[in-house]
């Protein structure tokens, strides 16, 4: 039994009817009249001096439109360190830099145009390790900066050098982790267009589409209040459309040359090459625990690979901070962390940033401590699990918690206790089953100034409800989440609702779809909103029923007396009589939802999050001693999610979620030498195929989290941290050896199985 | 210089025929997106790897991507368009938007195709099968579980004459 009438409930997004019939409009798909065809000449050489561009023959070739150099643009930068150019002029910094671009009236005019388009470049001594570049004598990427070191942050809480010597036992262990691409099916893309008066409307892929707002004046020098982000319909995002990109205000530009609308997309190579992926990471992390059972302390210090210029990616070492300093309870935690950069390709913002990292990190030596004491990696974490309600050193303020029920859950259905009982311990074939926890930001993240959200809720004369959020839609699901929360506040059935999303012009601002936060924030937001619109139903709904507003409620789109069901009036004529009077009015809540949250301080102590994710992964493997292959067979993934607004989405992010770290884990890796991508393809660059995919058993636990729209916390990431340390540590259990490096290739397998020989 | 010449090309797409000149350089993906805009058939590499651009070619499911429009000419071609009709959707359709196997969609028309000529060929296909047939079919979004429960309870569905469940608020009461 529910006592919800929409919460709770599999009901399906609004755009999955026009998903599945081929009809939705992505922004691939989108053609408009004069529109012109954008390509991007970009630099073959990792960090070489611009010499000369000469684009005269391009510039003759029939059905060419516009070509641009770094001259076109006003002298102003773009980015998190304002250390870009949408175009570069000077000096490139890494393969792919974006020297020139061409608008044509076909994409193979522009492709010849490029062709036509002479650059002279002086190669310059390169650096692609971030330990190199840190080094006195390493050529730097940005020489006015004075050194390749970026950012240098520190935390610490307790004394862990102390700790480290009280610990009856110590692990330590180097982590290597790779290049990982976000990978949505749809490339980037961007159109552009002028209208007569000079304001700009951009259709895009972001994922923030009022900070692509700012970001774009301020990189163009056009008045933000000019410029309208319009989001299509969006092949996927997972962290990808975090930043904008130099392509975006290069297509602006081409637009306004060209006079004429200028469409944008990125071949599958130039994503590979182009879009940020995840930061690679040098980890030294060393742990250690009493005999008791009792963790006790955490030193870790990281080297994180910019690349050649710095975006939100940089940041993800706060998140890392998180699980570092709070999952499980540790009296004692340091951490160090030095963002870099070097001559490789951009990094960014992918789904989990810097969490996967980091509880691969954390998850892998819980593990070893456990061992190294004796107790059972279960036990080991069960004693040390957050509680609800608790402040760690750091000063996160964990409201609901339910991590010790996500362990026991993924546990059981594995059949933990159980579990080296039926398994072969001859032959080529091993089995192991390996399990791993998560904390994540539940409730916002406040990196921004702002972490908020607004929503307005309209109905019209036929009592059509409207609501118009600023959560962006990326497939994940948050169109239908908005409207159930806001059906269930004003008693409409949610395919009802109309949803509004898409557009900076008509949408309240929101900073953008990441964090796995936009359940909990727009949610709120659209909470607020509905229960305004209530209360102006009821105001006038106890006129026409000649009732108190507290003995009335909405239900099934009709405002009833409580206790006397024949006396209702139909939703849409209250909301006529509120209207057609003299002295009426329309009927419209604004909602602005902005989390009791805090932005991290320089000390890296703060509640960054309004709540926190928490769960956990069980996942039994098989690992071919023969050919080093890792088959995961079988993963339980339980999350506290606090309330499942929607069961059959929250599971689709746990399923997606998990299928994404396993690619971490075993497969994706962006093979980088010298700064060129050498598998741009996804021939090259495996995702899991649904052959490669395991069973994945979903498993929902809720908390009733108090700051949620209706107790609901965030889920978005949490699928994707553990589940590389659970393969990990599903390896170690089937063959004894602890691979430390992602993703764990077949090679890397055999290696270790060898070495222990 | 790629080639500039046209030439003529018949395609039956859906049930319909299209008398069409195009370059010999063009792909059947190109020529459904761009000349019969029919934007349901995705692009997501352009090298065959994706599948999301998956079409029928005489009954066969083929990555449009990799075909040469001319070596369409006078075959029959279904995309994911041809599926529904006017009042009904394909039971295929119906399981993937009621059971939540549609995230960002991208990869779902070409999903939908592949498993629409699995059926073809076996109509009782159990996990292993819908795997396989769909393994050409890369999805970030959703880790496949909710694709192939879908493909099954299509299957289930469409074995038993009738499509799939009635309305989701029925199926929200488990």
């Keep these: ?757 | 210089m790629k080639p500039t010449r046209k030439y003529p090309l018949t395609l039956h797409v859906n049930g319909e025929t299209y008398e069409l000149e195009v370059k010999p350089q063009r792909t059947l993906l190109e020529v459904l997106r761009n000349e019969l805009e029919l934007t349901g058939t995705n692009e997501g590499c352009a090298t065959g790897d994706c599948g999301a651009c998956t079409v029928l070619l005489d009954g066969l499911p083929v990555t449009a991507c990799l075909v040469l429009a001319l070596d369409a000419h006078g075959r029959q071609v279904t995309t994911v368009e041809g599926l529904a009709t006017a009042e009904e959707l394909h039971p295929l359709q119906r399981a993937f938007v009621e059971r939540g196997a549609i995230q960002c969609g991208y990869c779902t028309p070409g999903l939908i195709i592949s498993a629409y000529a699995l059926l073809q060929e076996n109509p009782r296909p159990d996990e292993a099968a819908v795997r396989l047939a769909i393994a050409g079919n890369l999805c970030r979004c959703t880790g496949y579980t909710k694709v192939v429960e879908a493909v099954l309870a299509a299957a289930e569905a469409m074995y038993a004459g009738r499509s799939a469940p009635a309305t989701s608020t029925q199926m929200a009461d488990m």
């Design chain 1, 1 to 757: 039994m529910c006592a919800f009438s929409y919460i709770g409930k599999r009901i399906p997004k609004p755009d999955a009817v026009e998903k599945a019939t081929g009809r939705v409009i992505y922004g691939h798909d989108l053609k408009v009249p004069r529109m012109l065809h954008a390509k991007v000449l970009r630099s073959p050489l990792p960090h070489a001096h611009i010499l000369h561009v000469d684009t005269s023959r391009a510039e003759r070739l029939p059905g060419v439109k516009a070509v641009i150099t770094a001259d076109d643009f006003p002298p102003r930068r773009f980015g998190f360190a304002k250390d870009r150019t949408p175009l570069t002029g000077d000096k490139v910094r890494r393969v792919g830099d974006e020297v020139a671009a061409v608008a044509a009236v076909d994409e193979e005019t522009a492709e010849e145009a490029l062709e036509l388009i002479r650059v002279e470049y002086e190669p310059l001594p390169a650096v692609f390790d971030p330990e190199e570049a840190l080094k006195p004598d390493a050529p730097l990427i940005h020489e006015e900066r004075g050194s390749n070191l970026f950012r240098h942050q520190e935390y610490v809480h307790g004394n862990p050098d102390r700790a480290l010597d009280e610990a009856d036992v110590v692990v330590e262990d180097v982590f290597e982790l790779g290049y990982m691409q976000p990978t949505p099916l749809e490339t980037c893309f961007c159109l552009a267009a002028f209208d007569p008066s000079g304001r700009l409307t951009v259709w895009s892929t972001t994922q923030i589409p009022f900070l692509l707002q700012r970001d774009l004046a301020e990189a163009l020098g056009i008045p933000g209040h000019h410029i309208r982000i319009i989001q299509t319909a969006i092949g996927g995002g997972f962290g990808r459309g975090l930043d904008m990109y130099s392509f975006e205000p290069i297509c602006v530009w081409l637009a306004r040359k060209a006079g004429r609308p200028v469409r944008l997309a990125f071949t599958r190579q130039e994503e590979f090459i182009a879009a940020e992926c995840r930061q690679p990471m040098r980890i030294w992390s060393r742990a250690g625990a009493m005999k008791d059972g009792r963790l006790w302390v955490r030193d870790v210090k990281v080297l994180l690979d910019n690349g050649a210029y710095v975006s939100w990616g940089t940041v993800t070492t706060l998140v890392f901070m998180e699980t570092v300093g709070s999952l499980y309870r540790v009296p004692h935690a340091r951490m160090v962390s030095d963002s870099v950069y070097t001559n490789n390709p951009i990094t960014g913002a992918v789904r989990g940033f810097g969490n996967p990292q980091s509880t691969f990190v954390v998850e892998t030596q819980m593990d070893r401590l456990a061992e190294a004491i004796g107790m059972d990696p279960l036990e080991f974490r069960l004693r040390n699990a957050n509680r609800p309600f608790e402040e760690t050193p750091q000063g996160i303020k964990v409201t609901s918690c339910g991590l010790k029920e996500c362990l026991e859950a993924v546990a059981e259905r594995i059949g933990w206790k159980h579990r080296h009982e039926r398994r072969p311990q001859e032959g080529p074939v091993r089995r192991g089953i390996g399990i791993a926890a998560t904390m994540n930001v539940g409730g916002g993240a406040r990196i921004y100034r702002s972490d908020g959200c607004g929503a307005i809720v309209k109905v019209d004369d036929f009592g059509q409800v409207t609501v118009m959020t600023g959560a962006t839609e990326i497939g994940q699901g948050s169109d239908v989440i908005v409207a159930q929360i806001v059906a269930e506040e004003l008693g409409i059935p949610p395919e009802t609702i109309l949803i509004v999303n898409n557009d900076t012009a008509l949408t309240p601002w929101d900073v953008g779809v990441h964090a796995s936060r936009t359940t909990f924030i727009a949610g709120n937001a659209a909470l607020i909103a509905a229960r305004e619109v209530k209360r102006q139903i009821l105001e006038t709904a106890e006129e026409l029923l000649e009732a108190a507003a507290e003995d009335l409620e909405l239900r099934d789109g009709f405002v009833v007396v409580r206790g006397s069901p024949e006396r209702r009036v139909p939703f849409d004529k209250v909301v006529r009589a509120r209207h057609f009077r003299q002295g009426g009015e329309v009927i419209v809540g604004h909602g602005w939802y902005d989390p009791p949250n805090e932005m991290v301080g320089a000390d890296g102590k703060g509640n960054i999050s309004a709540a926190y994710g928490f769960g956990a992964q069980a996942i039994e493997v098989e690992v071919d001693l023969e050919t080093g292959k890792v088959k995961p067979l079988r993963v339980i993934s339980a999350h506290d999610v606090g309330r499942a607004i929607n069961p059959m989405y929250v599971e689709g992010q746990i399923e997606g979620g998990v299928v994404m770290g396993l690619g971490y884990a075993l497969l994706e890796e962006l093979q980088v030498r010298e700064g060129r991508v050498l598998n741009p393809t996804l021939l090259d660059y495996r995702l899991l195929t649904a052959l490669d995919a395991p069973q994945i058993e979903s498993v929902i636990i809720e908390t009733d989290d108090p700051e949620g729209p209706f107790g609901a916390k965030g889920v978005g990431e949490m699928g994707t941290n553990p589940t590389a340390a659970a393969v990990a540590n599903a390896i170690y259990d089937a063959v004894g050896v602890r691979i430390t490096q992602l993703p764990i290739t077949p090679e890397r397998v055999l290696r270790a199985v060898e070495s222990r020989k």
